[in-house]
């Protein structure tokens, strides 16, 4: 049986049970989908992949290829709708099966019932790979996921609830068909100008993991250092593995877990489990949501506000706009990264500041931002504004009080706006 296993967001070869599944044919191909439309204007203007994640995917396609490379594989790369793309490999090939990752979206699984409705002859398998639990494995059905994340976290955290074992890479898999063509590899725009200090690819977040957990044992301090505004050090910056799937939450999960048993454990541990807690929570939302992570479903105080993108863009850069926020924006556009505080108050300092629309602040984020995830991106976003999960009429936070908190010297507003 010939396999074709689609990539998307889980470019590595370690616990990657979708490539596991893939491999029980006696034939496999391995394809990745450019979508022309990540780098097109979205409703705001924005292209939905901006320069830095860019930059951070296209290494992490080199680094998958060198990997499957010492598999005697290789990887299709296709500039193409995956939806007319992905059924075009199948049918080439003659393929029987295809296997991809679960998405989290409304958005990448209405994508998947297209392929599918294309393919009425081909058996088309989901496998989960983004989240710590499988669905069968949570304490709740989906559609009663629970409204707060402090309910998810006792729900989840009950007695021998474990996320699931990870995989180790697969020592051999199925050679390439015989007909498989190779010759289609196709990188899409180039890189651009991105000072993102991240480097994409499986090889460079497991080293990454490996320096903060083993070799620093900055974990240790994690929850005193966490809010730190721009520390390299000061948390685990494996967000852009993670998000691009070049590093396995299940993984990273059962290394905490390791640290936890043979250096020390703490509460600076448990909270990094925690804050993977909060992603996790964040992938169910958005598939128990849908179509709703993205609008603002009517409820009593909610804030509506601008959208108009030009408006946005010239308050980020007003020289009466709080120099925090303007601090911020140049962070993000120049390096594409923000820490978890600096999006919490940019986030807050936008609706209710600003007084923008909160989906107008989502969708910078998403162009810009290294790590950009589609369900934290938008649940945050919808958290902060009082429209999502936990609607208590959002969350403000006055901005000379972060200061005083987290920048009391002025380190960050005179490193990012050059200010003396």
Known sequence: MTTVYWLTRDLRL?????????AKGSALVCVYMIDPRWFE??????????PHRWAFTRRSLVSLEAALNTLGHSLVIRWQRPEEGVPEVVNSLGAQRLVTSRPTAFDE?????????????????????????DEVGLPFRLDALPETFSKFRRAIEKPGLTPVTPLNKPAALPAAPSKFDADQQQFGPGT????????????????HLARYLWKDQSILTYKVTRNALDDVSASSKVSPWLSAGALSVRRLAAEIARFEREVDRNESTYWLYFELLWREYFQWYSRHRGRELFISPGRQGQHSGSTDAGEFERWLQNADTHAL????????????YLSNRMRQIIA??????????????????????????VASNYGNWQYIAG???????????????????????GSYRKRWLKEP
């Open 14 to 22: 370690d616990d990657n049970p979708a490539l596991h599944e893939a």
């Open 41 to 50: 204007p979205g409703p705001f203007g924005w292209s939905p992949m901006g």
């Open 109 to 133: 699984m209405r994508q998947w019932q297209a392929i599918e409705a294309a393919l009425p002859l081909v058996r088309c398998d989901l496998v989960e790979t983004l989240t710590l639990f």
């Open 192 to 207: 651009g100008q991105s000072e993102t200090p991240f480097a994409g690819g499986e090889v460079s977040g497991v080293d």
């Open 325 to 336: 926020v303007r601090a911020g924006r140049v962070q993000l556009e120049s390096t594409g």
């Open 348 to 373: 807050s300092a936008c609706i209710y500041d600003g007084r923008f629309d909160w989906r107008l602040g989502a969708a910078w984020f998403e162009h810009f931002l290294v790590d950009y995830d």
């Open 387 to 409: 429209v999502g999960a936990d609607p208590r009429g959002g969350r403000v936070f006055n901005l000379d009080k972060q200061v005083s908190q987290f920048d009391a010297d």
